[in-house]
Structure formats: structure tokens, C-alpha cells
Nanobody, 118 residues
Framework: QVRLVESGGGSAQPGGSLRLSCEASGFTFSTYDMSWARQSPEKGLELVAS????????YYAEVVKGRFTISRDNAKNALYLQMDGLKPEDTALYFC???????????WGQGTQVTVSS
């Protein structure tokens, strides 16, 4: 079955960096667009960034443009999110999801928590 396992979250200071990873299995990863989403009590569920099946970024939320970079390695069935210039408002539970929209597929992992504070 589809399995998405996120890792790499943790605590960071404002201005710091984190790199999230997602290991995907149970489907043909290289044929799916993929995305990162995040959920926080303040903002609810947000789509953060999307990438096409061949590795071209297709979407960044305005609030992360210029700070976050989405990438993938189809040979490793892996999705990444490089987060630089972190802000307290980036604090959230981050998920990797299939597709380029929040509700395109009903497969979600456990998420990885990112906390940004001084």
C-alpha cells in the first residue's frame, strides 16, 4: 500500500534552516506529481510547494517563495524540502502528499514537526 514517511523536522531559530525528507513506497513514485503541505492551529492546512513528476517545481506558496526549495530524487523514491530563512510562522506539522493539490489523493503520512522559535 502507499506509504509516505516524513523526517527531518525539529527545532530551529529564526533565520535557520532545516531539510525535510519523505520516503515514498507502494506506488510508482516517478509518475506522480508530489507536494509538501503543512498544518498549524493558526492557519489550518496549507499547500506549501509542489513538484512535477520529472522534477520541475510547479508551485510555491507566496509566504515561502525565495526561502523554500522543493526537489525530488526519483531513483530513491524521495521528496525533499529545503527550508531556509525560517520564520516563527513556519511552525507547523509538515506532510508530503501525492499530487499537486491538498485533496487530490487520500494518502498522508504522519508528518514531521517543525518548530521555529528563539
Amino acid at each position: 500500500q502507499v506509504r509516505l514517511v516524513e523526517s527531518g523536522g525539529g527545532s530551529a531559530q529564526p533565520g535557520g534552516s532545516l531539510r525535510l525528507s519523505c520516503e515514498a513506497s507502494g506506488f510508482t513514485f516517478s509518475t506522480y506529481d508530489m507536494s509538501w503541505a503543512r498544518q498549524s492551529p493558526e492557519k489550518g492546512l496549507e499547500l506549501v510547494a509542489s513538484i512535477s513528476d520529472d522534477g520541475s517545481p510547479t508551485y510555491y506558496a507566496e509566504v515561502v517563495k525565495g526561502r523554500f526549495t522543493i526537489s525530488r530524487d526519483n531513483a530513491k523514491n524521495a521528496l525533499y524540502l529545503q527550508m531556509d530563512g525560517l520564520k516563527p510562522e513556519d511552525t507547523a506539522l509538515y506532510f508530503c502528499i501525492m499530487g499537486s493539490g491538498l485533496y487530490e489523493y487520500d494518502n498522508w503520512g504522519q508528518g514531521t514537526q517543525v518548530t521555529v522559535s528563539s
